[in-house]
């Protein structure tokens, strides 16, 4: 085992799987001499070369475009959007080609890339350096959607990215890179796609969240457990496809559900979440669920305001009362 | 069509080409420009300041040479590195400290932060924290100015990077082909985070890509206000009289990281060392004594005035108010006032 934060777990899934397979490489704006902004691609150019550690241009919406081109003839790109904001000018490429491609083409090429990078409401970044692109792209088809919260699903989750022959989104967060956590040395620590991680178990409802906000969750149940309350807390990993069968089995047996979520309320992954919960296990509601989310409004830059945009631990602690009391 | 193929090149002027009034507000807002921006990474490193914030130090003499040709009415645009393009347009020190420490005063309402600068008041058009984001924005106050029939040109400062984006060869092409009254501005420091220009770009001289648009490029010693200004007025007067953009490359360079989260250490000291010498200030100011245009006490005065201004302007931060969490909604419509 090895102490490592979670920047370092993604630089080593990266390394790994850049040693297993030639045809991984990386691209993306000061990845390689400069090792990322959040030093996720540190050293790997020394290690690799500029040819698989390509830096480019500031020119998001063509450089995924030409990772779609690689990915449909052998290579198998991982982009890092410096931030994961900047791929709005990418969304067409990442859109168009990344989910829709393998269809229009009846089958005849796949995208296998990774588009990587961080996003979420960091410390007074402002609006454009504080988008949660996760919703947005949430309706395209054929895209996979992941987010993970710790440095050991960060590792394990990424190789399965990179390994997987869909065009994957791998939303890290800008607060959670320094993140530390006990990694397995020397393992091909694998974690797959779709599959949610009960972080607790309880009968008094189900708490459903993912990336940062697994962390407020997890210290508002500290809480709510020493005050004689038994939630059940999910992780859900991967935003797409959601791990539905965890979820209703949870819900089948807790009849409650707070989603916890830092994306926007509205046409947020919340909202969908209800929409399935309607769908699947609606006999097993015994509450209308409850979701937290963020304030529709662009991220205000004062401190204090941008703290009211997203869900607090208080949040949680008042809305998992509401809902059980 | 057939572009024209000739060097543009902006004649020399003999010296003094400026008045002694001309030469003390040039000085004045370069100064001006440099003493914001150590006050803020001052107030950054204290902790009153807070996200990325990209200072200007060493560029001076691009936004003071540019703007300071304008008129009132005029429009400027900016990036993320926007304080000193916000100061020379008029925007006073106060609202922009202001606005860096998030308070109600700022000019936009502590809502925006460094990289979303706005002033309605003094027409300037934004701060944006994209890259290349600001290009087609500052190209469509140019064709407002032409659809209203006013004669207002539109000012858009950009770094290097940025040309190396589809925004701008599409904004360039529109505004060529529409006859728009814009100055496209690149402040060519060189680098562009840990991106050397020359590892990022196919054509390391940007003004000749004006010739793909048949519009005059310029290339301008960025480090020289009267060469910037000299450069500017020529672009000025071809937009106010309806004939078109130009593209300006100023050379010039950052004297600090990239912003005060950089640790900036791909750049070379000797590299850094050399355009320190080339610093525009003193520069600036060796042209003023030696014209005779204004005595070495005469500066010092200037300097030590904008000093208190930046005081004043730090002091006025910190005793306004932060904006009521209660309207945390505000002006997120057009019907908020
Ligand atoms: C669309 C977009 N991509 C990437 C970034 C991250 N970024 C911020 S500044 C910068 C470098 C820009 O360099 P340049 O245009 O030369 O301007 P300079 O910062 O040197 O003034 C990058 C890559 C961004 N803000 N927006």
């Known amino acids: ?325 | 069509m057939v572009l024209s193929q000739e060097v543009n090149v902006i004649p020399k002027v003999v010296p003094p080409e400026i008045t002694r009034a001309q030469g003390l507000e040039l000085y004045q807002d370069m100064v001006l420009g440099r003493t914001f921006e150590d006050m803020c990474a001052q107030m950054y490193y204290q902790g009153r300041m807070f996200g990325f914030v990209h200072l200007y130090n060493g560029q001076e003499a691009v936004a003071t040479g540019c703007i300071k040709a304008l008129k009132a009415g005029d429009y400027v645009t900016s990036t993320y590195r926007d304080h000193v393009h916000a100061l020379s347009q008029g925007v006073p020190a106060r609202a922009i400290m202001a606005e860096l420490f998030g308070k109600a005063t700022g000019c936009s309402k502590g809502r925006g932060g460094s990289m979303h600068l706005f002033s309605a008041e003094h027409n300037f058009l934004g701060g944006y924290a994209f890259v290349a984001e600001g290009i087609p924005v500052a190209t469509g106050a140019a064709y407002s100015a032409k659809y209203r029939g006013t004669d207002q040109v539109s000012v858009n400062f950009f770094g290097d990077g940025a040309t190396n984006n589809g925004a701008f060869f599409e904004s360039l092409n529109m505004a060529a082909l529409w006859k728009l009254p814009i100055l496209y501005v690149v402040e060519n420091n060189l680098w562009s985070i840990g991106m050397q220009h020359a590892r990022a770009s196919s054509v390391t001289e940007i003004y000749k890509k004006a010739l793909a648009f048949d519009i005059p490029g310029y290339l301008v010693d960025g480090m020289d206000v009267l060469a910037v200004r000299r450069a500017a007025v020529t672009a000025i007067e071809r937009a106010r009289a309806g004939e078109g953009p130009t593209l300006l490359e100023c050379t010039t360079y950052r004297f600090r990281g990239h912003s005060l989260a950089d640790p900036d250490e791909l750049r070379d000291p000797a590299e850094k060392d050399l355009w320190r010498k080339q610093d525009p200030i003193p520069k600036l100011a060796r042209y003023l004594v030696e014209h005779q245009l204004a005595t070495q006490d005469e500066l010092q005065t200037i300097e030590d005035d904008t000093q208190t201004l930046i005081e004043d302007a730090v002091q006025f931060a910190q005793d306004s108010p932060e904006p009521p969490v209660d309207e945390i909604t505000r002006y997120v419509h057009a019907e908020d006032e």
Request: aromatic share 8%.
């Open chain 1, 1 to 325: 085992m090895v102490m490592q934060y979670y920047f370092e777990a993604l630089r080593d899934a990266i390394y790994e799987e850049m040693v297993r397979d030639p045809m991984v490489m990386v691209m993306g704006e000061d990845v390689g001499h400069y090792g990322g902004s959040y030093k996720v691609t540190k050293d790997l150019f020394k290690e690799f070369g500029g040819l698989r550690v390509l830096d480019t241009p500031i020119a998001e919406n063509s450089f995924a475009g030409m990772a779609v081109g690689c990915a449909m003839t052998g290579v198998r790109p991982i982009i890092e959007g410096m931030n994961m904001g900047f791929l709005l000018l990418a969304f067409s490429q990442i859109a168009n080609n990344g989910g829709m491609l393998r269809y229009t083409s009846g089958g005849q090429f796949t995208v296998p890339m990774v588009v990587r990078g961080p996003g979420g409401v960091g410390r007074q970044l402002g609006a454009e350096h504080s988008q949660r692109l996760e919703a947005y792209f949430y309706g395209v088809p054929g895209l996979k959607i992941i987010a993970p919260a710790t440095p050991l699903d960060a590792k394990g989750l990424l190789k399965s990215a990179i390994r997987d022959n869909n065009t994957v989104l791998f939303f890290e967060h800008v607060l959670l890179y320094n993140l530390k956590e006990e990694i397995p040395d020397g393992v091909d620590y694998i974690v797959p796609i779709g599959k949610a991680n009960r972080l607790r178990e309880g009968q008094d409802l189900t708490i459903l969240t993912y990336s940062r906000q697994v962390h407020h969750c997890l210290s508002a149940v500290k809480t709510l457990v020493n005050e004689g309350y038994d939630p059940e807390l999910i992780d859900l990993r991967t935003l797409k496809p959601l791990d539905l069968e965890m979820i209703c089995e949870s819900v089948h047996k807790t009849h409650r559900v707070l989603i916890v979520e830092e994306d926007y309320k509205t046409g947020g992954i919340g909202g969908e979440i209800i929409a399935l919960l309607n769908e699947h296990c609606f006999d097993d509601l015994d509450a209308p669920p409850v979701r937290l989310a963020s304030r529709d409004i662009p991220t205000p830059y004062n401190g204090r305001m941008e703290a009211a945009t997203i869900p607090q631990v208080a949040d949680i602690l008042q809305a998992v009362k509401h809902l059980v009391d």
